[in-house]
Structures are given as structure tokens and as C-alpha cells.
């Protein structure tokens, strides 16, 4: 049957795996069979077929199976749980498919790991005619402040019998007064505190996110001998849950089942969702696995934990899995279950799939919501679908869809990324037309990274007035942007008063700020740059006093210099570092310091900050510049190149090909790191030439790079006899 199932979707794995244009992607995401894949995973079955014992009779209930001294506890039924399955170390096996069932002999009755029925709650009370007096006595303590909590149950209306104190602690809505409530119940002693009461007091704080209190009264319960049931069990753990708490829900869930008591549905599927969170993948499947065993059918609710499990990891096999789990158990997923699978296609990197499916969403009647739209711009954006994300648009406005800031702000962004100023600027103005969803910061940061990365400083300047105007609040973003539009066009009095302005009005400068005024820095002189490195040293200061010392005299001590760049790293974040090493590079360039450029482009290596700069094999050596900036990818380049003529004149083995990539500047502001890269090659006459094929590629073949290092040599032997 496996083997039926493979060949059944080997169609759709070709054709997916071959084709990534737009025109692949409107195949709907049906499936007609399980796919059974190998887990890691073995479980051992011994059968002793000798003797053929009359089948059994039928297996108690769970509360018999638990009592009963003859029939193995559940726990010992799981081998238990808490040393096998549920392990205390999170397992890091990337899961690419269900794990395969376990095999349970016929003749035998199939254990059951949870129960398909959700746990009936007691009656709280019979009719009571006082209902209304205590009513408004638990609205009064709902009103009262907690300091006259001790007064106002003093007038408690009739005395505190177990149906009125049930009755009052279920409409006490603040998790504080209900549990004063409980321990001034505790404390009267009228009548024995039974688990319905626990519950009750526990259902509130767990609304309360309180679940240090929870745990409390949970191990009060054990201590006094008051049985914990499955809804006692149910809120601590879903409470662990909701606060954060992992590990404390994987504890509990573990003392449950050695207990014998078997989760509900709700609980389980609240624990599949905790070890989601917590990264174990082979856990939650073989939970999976053996809910589905014992007759459980998921919920929406389930597979919305699975899909966003499977799509946090990027496992596209594990999305499809979903999909044909809900297929085979007839289940049409909900918007929740859709929006959690789009968002997990685009985290697989599957485009076109999730086009697909928001078809067929949409097919099936399901109207999209906020998220559903934010998810696929984003998943657009992110593969460069220009086209498609702005149809989306269209389509979006003529059937009336629902729109809030962060869809809004998505489309902005995204047209920041691909250079769509024209569409960017439409969406805006619908944005000043709407009166629900006026521009708000990120509005106009993302108009202002339009506006900055085009050139286009004036219109930059308008919206920064207009935004001074309309009291809208520039950030530390927005501030980076317009001073990086201001710093390229040279307009410097205009970017310190930019600047002024935003640390004054309360915008903490970080290090992406400071790293742009330093990239300002690097193409400014004297007066200019003099102002720039004012700006800078209110921000960082430490780093103007790294610059001035690459100039000073101090510059010709190595060591020196060393120590204190490694301690401007380590006081920098690290998605900083490198663009504060490539900006000091081009400040070293550019006023002529060549020789400390290579030491800074050298102590940038050893620190990781140019990871995979240079790459071997046995046919191609490459140098990678694309995470460098003109000046620290022409040190690169000469470095390189010196590197290579040492190792053709020792006559080592060289490969059949020599390449530099630059990046081929797909987006439509790129700044053309491979005109300047080009510009040098030909400066330094190497033997290097833009490959045809591939954009953003400079080739050589061996030959053209020991011919070169030769002429060189050659040259350099005819210049030293002309000296003589």
C-alpha cells in the first residue's frame, strides 16, 4: 500500500519539483491517498502463536481500567510516557512525514490514551431560590476594591452553604476576589472543599493567567488527599499553556498519565500544541498517532497546531501530511486552520502552493480575513512576486475584503523591497482617504524608504514636514531612511537637522542609525564629514573615536588597533558589525589608507564577519563580495588576486575556473556593486570578465590568471633592468 501511495503522488512531486513559474501554481491541493513515509522510529512485537486463547471480553471503561488491580495502569499500558515517548530532552529530528503506526494484535483489546468523550461537570447546584440575592452579593465583591474585600463578605445575604458558595465563586469575575473568596471559605470550614470547588477557583485564575496560584492549589489537592479529575488536569495545564509555561504543562500531562486518568480531547489537543512549541516533533506525532488509535478524530483545532508546527519548521512535507490527514477524515479546514497553513507555505517557501490554496480557500466559500491577506502580500513579497501581490490588491478592493494597518503596511513594505514607487504611492493616498486607517509611522517610514532608496530627497523632505505637521511620530527607522536619502545627495546641514529633531522629539538612536551616518561619513570631507561625525558621537561615541584613531598616529600599532575594533564589536549588535566594518573599510579608502583597509578587511575574517568570502572546489575557486560594500569588495579583490599570483609562482595546483560574484541587483535601487567591482578589475588589469551567462559573475579560466600573474612578473623584471 505504500508503495501504491508513492507512486500516487509522484506526478505532483515532479511537477513541483521542476517548475516554480506562475504558471504551475493554480493546481489545486487535493490528495486522494495516505502517504505512508519511514519514521525513526521501531517498535518490537512479540506474539507467541503457539496457544490461541478465546478472544477477550470486551475492556472496561477507563475508571474501571484504572481501578481495577488486574489490569495494568495506563501509564504502565504507554510503557509510561514519562520515560519513553515523552522525553525530557527536545528531540531535534527534522521530521519530514508521519511517523509509521504501531501494530496492535487483533485478539487483544486496543489500549485507549484518551477518552472521546469531554469530562461531564457536576451540577454546581440545584434550583435555589436565593440565586438572586447571591448574585448581587458576588457583584458587590466583583465592585469592591480588595482592601474592603473583608467587610464586604461579612453581608454575604444568607449563610454559606456548599450550593451558595458554588454559586458565588462562579461569578466572580476577578481572578483576586475569587481566590480571597476560596480561602475565606478554606477558612470558615462549613463544609469538606470538594474538586468541583478547586475548579471553580482554578477556572478563574487561569483566565487570570495565574498559574503560580494554579499550582498551588493543585499541590494543596494532592496534599490533603482531594481527587484530581480530568478537569482539574485539563486547567493546569491549558493555563502552563497560555502562560508560556512548556515544560510545566509537559510535567503535568506526565502526572496524569501515571495516575491512570486519561485526558480529554481538549486537553490533548492543548498538549499537542505544547510540544509543538517546544520543538518535539517525534512527540507530537506519536501523540498524534495514538489519539488516532484509539478512535480520536482532530479537530480544526489539531491540525491548525500541526500545520503551524510543521510550517515553524519549514517541512513541506509535513504541511502536505496535514492536508491529507483532513482530507482522509473528511474535515474542510476552517479560516484559522487556512491562515495557519498559508503562513506555513510561506515559511517552506512554497509560493505558488500557497496561491493554491488560497484559491482553493477561496473556491470553497471561505470569505478571507486580515490575516489570510497579510500572510500571502508577505509570501509575495518575499519571492518577488510584484505582479501577483498587486493583483491580490485588485482583487481586494473589488470584493470589498477586509483591510487593517498591518495588511496596509505589508503592501507598503513590500513595495519598498521591489522599488514599486508608483503603486506605493496609490496605496498611500487610499490609506489618507480611508477613515478607519489613516497613515500611521510605519506608513510613512515605509513611504520614506520608497522615497530615500529612489533618491527622490524632496518628496523624502515633504513627507517628513507633513508628518511634523499631522503629529505623526517619526521612529528610529524612518530617521535611518531619510538620513541615509540626505547623506547620497550630499544635503548635510538638511540630515543634522534631521537628525536633531528626531533625538529631541524622543528617538533612541541604535546601531543600524549609526552604521548609516558612519556609511555617510565614509563619502564626505573635511566641513561635511566634521558634521556627520557630530551627529555620530552623540550616539555612539566610542566609534568617532575609532575613526579618528585609523587616521592618528597611533593607526601604525597593529595590536592597538585590534583590541579596539574587537571592542567596538562586542559593544555592537551583530547584524551591525559587518556593515560597521565594511563602512570603515571605505572611510580607510577613501583618504587614501590602503594598507589598514586590508588589516580591517582581515580582522573582519577572523572575527566572522565575511563568512563564505571565499570558496573552493576542485573545479572552481569563487570569491563572494555580495555582503560587501565597493570599497571593502576591491579590497577583497586585491587581496585575492595578490593571494593567487603567490600560489601560481609556487606552482601549486590551481582549478579549471576563477569566478567573483557580486550579486546580480535585482532590486531596482540596487546601487550596482558590479559596475564599481568592474571598474576596478579593469583598474587592476585582471584577467577577470562579466560572465555572460550568469549576471553579477566575473570569470577567468586558469590559463587567463597564470598568463596574467606572468605578464606581471614579466613587467615587473623589464621595469627593474630600465631602473639599472
Known amino acids: 500500500m505504500a508503495a501504491a501511495a508513492n507512486l500516487s503522488l509522484a506526478p505532483y512531486h515532479h511537477h513541483h519539483h521542476h517548475h516554480n ?46 481501578q481495577d488491580p488486574k489490569t495494568p495502569s ?15 530532552q527536545p528531540n531535534e529530528t527534522h521530521l519530514l512525514s508521519k511517523p509509521k503506526s504501531t501494530w496492535v494484535n487483533p485478539t487483544k483489546p486496543k489500549p485507549s490514551v484518551l477518552s472521546l468523550q469531554r469530562h461531564q461537570r457536576s451540577a454546581s447546584y440545584s434550583y435555589n431560590p436565593q440565586i438572586k440575592d447571591l448574585r448581587q452579593f458576588a457583584k458587590k465583591l466583583n465592585d469592591c476594591s480588595e482592601s474592603d474585600f473583608s467587610a464586604v463578605i461579612q453581608t454575604i445575604p444568607h449563610s454559606p452553604s456548599r450550593e451558595n458558595a458554588l454559586l458565588v465563586l462562579n461569578n466572580l469575575r476577578p481572578w483576586q476576589k475569587a481566590l480571597l473568596f476560596f480561602n475565606w471559605l478554606k477558612s470558615q470550614d462549613v463544609f469538606p472543599m470538594e474538586t468541583i470547588f478547586y475548579n471553580v477557583a482554578m477556572k478563574s485564575l487561569r483566565f487570570g493567567r495565574q498559574f503560580q496560584h494554579i499550582e498551588e492549589l ?17 486547567t493546569i495545564i491549558t493555563s502552563a499553556k497560555r502562560c508560556n509555561l512548556f515544560d510545566k504543562a509537559v510535567e503535568w500531562f506526565e ?40 478512535g480520536w478524530k482532530p479537530d480544526s483545532i489539531a491540525f491548525a497546531v500541526l500545520a503551524k508546527m510543521f510550517g515553524e519548521a519549514g517541512d513541506y512535507d509535513g504541511i502536505r501530511y496535514v492536508l491529507q490527514e483532513m482530507k482522509t477524515l473528511g ?17 517552506a517557501g512554497k509560493p505558488g502552493l500557497a496561491r493554491s490554496l488560497f484559491e482553493e480557500m477561496v473556491d470553497s466559500g471561505i470569505v478571507p480575513n486580515e490575516k489570510t491577506l497579510t500572510a500571502l502580500v508577505k509570501i509575495y513579497g518575499r519571492a518577488r512576486w510584484a505582479r501577483d501581490a498587486l493583483e491580490l490588491w485588485e482583487r481586494m478592493r473589488l470584493k470589498g475584503w477586509p483591510v487593517d494597518f498591518i495588511l496596509y503596511n505589508t503592501l507598503l513594505s513590500m513595495c519598498a523591497d521591489l522599488g514599486l514607487v508608483e503603486e506605493a504611492e496609490k496605496l498611500f493616498d487610499d490609506m489618507k482617504l480611508s477613515e478607519k486607517h489613516k497613515p500611521d509611522s510605519w506608513s510613512y517610514t515605509a513611504m520614506l524608504n520608497i522615497y530615500g532608496s529612489g533618491g527622490s530627497v524632496d518628496k523624502a523632505m515633504d513627507l517628513f514636514k507633513e508628518m511634523s505637521e499631522k503629529g505623526v511620530g517619526l521612529n528610529v527607522m524612518g530617521c535611518t531612511c531619510l538620513i541615509q536619502c540626505l547623506g547620497r545627495a550630499k544635503r548635510i546641514d538638511d540630515l543634522v537637522r534631521v537628525f536633531q529633531t528626531a533625538t529631541s522629539a524622543g ?10 551616518l558612519l556609511s ?36 601604525n600599532n597593529f595590536d592597538f588597533v585590534k583590541e579596539e575594533f574587537k571592542r567596538i564589536l562586542s559593544n555592537t549588535a551583530v547584524e551591525a558589525r559587518r556593515p560597521f566594518c565594511n563602512c570603515l573599510i571605505d572611510i580607510c579608502r577613501n583618504r587614501n589608507f590602503h594598507e589598514r583597509a586590508h588589516e580591517l578587511l582581515y580582522l573582519g575574517t577572523i572575527y566572522g564577519l565575511y563568512p563564505g568570502l571565499h570558496t573552493k572546489t576542485e573545479e572552481e575557486w569563487r570569491l563572494n563580495v555580495r555582503s560587501l560594500s565597493v570599497g571593502a569588495a576591491q579590497t577583497a579583490l586585491e587581496e585575492w588576486m595578490g593571494t593567487l599570483a603567490k600560489i601560481v609562482q609556487r606552482k601549486e595546483n590551481l582549478p579549471a575556473l576563477f569566478s567573483a560574484n557580486t550579486g546580480a541587483g535585482t532590486h531596482k535601487f540596487s546601487q550596482g556593486l558590479g559596475g564599481a567591482f568592474a571598474s576596478h578589475v579593469e583598474k587592476l588589469a585582471a584577467p577577470f570578465r562579466e560572465s555572460e551567462e550568469k549576471a553579477g559573475f566575473f570569470i577567468a579560466t586558469r590559463e587567463d590568471l597564470v598568463s596574467w600573474v606572468q605578464s606581471k612578473a614579466a613587467s615587473s623584471s623589464s621595469s627593474a633592468v630600465s631602473a639599472v
Open 218 to 234: 493543585a499541590l494543596e489537592m494532592v496534599e490533603k488527599g482531594i481527587v484530581l479529575d480530568n478537569i482539574t488536569y485539563s
Open 21 to 66: 513559474s506562475d504558471t504551475n501554481t493554480h493546481l489545486p491541493l487535493h490528495f486522494t491517498t495516505l502517504l505512508l513515509l519511514p519514521t525513526k522510529k521501531r517498535f518490537t512485537i512479540s506474539c507467541n502463536a503457539a496457544k490461541r486463547a478465546a478472544p477477550p471480553p470486551p475492556p472496561p471503561p477507563p475508571s474501571a481500567v484504572a
Open 520 to 555: 555617510v561619513v565614509s563619502y564626505c570631507k573635511g566641513e561635511d564629514s566634521d558634521k556627520v561625525l557630530g551627529c555620530l558621537e552623540l550616539a555612539k561615541p566610542e566609534l568617532v573615536e575609532f575613526v579618528k584613531l585609523l587616521s592618528g598616529e597611533e593607526s
Open 74 to 88: 495506563l501509564a504502565e499500558q504507554l510503557k509510561p510516557l514519562s520515560t519513553t515517548t515523552l522525553s525530557d
Open 331 to 347: 474535515l474542510q479546514p476552517n479560516l484559522v486552520v487556512y491562515n495557519t497553513l498559508l503562513e506555513a507555505m510561506g515559511k
Open 507 to 516: 528617538v533612541k538612536t541604535d546601531d543600524r542609525l549609526c552604521g548609516c
Open 255 to 294: 502526572r496524569m498519565y501515571k495516575t491512570g486518568l486519561m485526558p480529554d480531547e481538549v486537553t490533548y489537543s492543548a498538549v499537542l500544541d505544547v510540544y509543538a512549541k517546544l520543538g518535539k516533533v517525534e512527540e507530537v506525532m506519536s501523540l498524534y498517532e495514538r489519539g488516532r488509535a484509539s
